[in-house]
């Protein structure tokens, strides 16, 4: 799972030149956080525990605005967007 968020985090470096270090993007990037929670959400799905999952999708819409089904299967650096409207 943290090669995973380091994929992540390189994937935004690699498309936003605005991205001044780890810290600015961990903290102050909702596209960083929609994902890492997606990411959460979509193994509790896998797991079976379907209501658990669509509440974390439920809170993580509340957080960042973005709402992302948690049985949508992301790839890898393909799905950083840095504006999310």
Not at 20 to 26: A, E, F, G, K
Not at 56 to 69: D, K, M, P, S, V
């Amino acid at each position: 799972m943290f090669n995973r968020i380091k994929e992540d985090i390189s994937c935004v470096f690699e498309r936003d030149p605005a991205a001044q270090s780890i810290w600015d993007v961990i903290t102050t990037y909702p596209g960083v956080h929609a994902v890492f929670l997606h990411r959460i959400s979509y193994c509790i799905w896998n797991k079976n525990f379907h209501w658990l999952a669509r509440f974390i999708a439920y809170f993580n819409r509340w957080l960042t605005g973005i709402e992302i089904h948690p049985g949508a299967k992301i790839g890898t650096c393909g799905s950083y967007c840095s504006r999310y409207t």
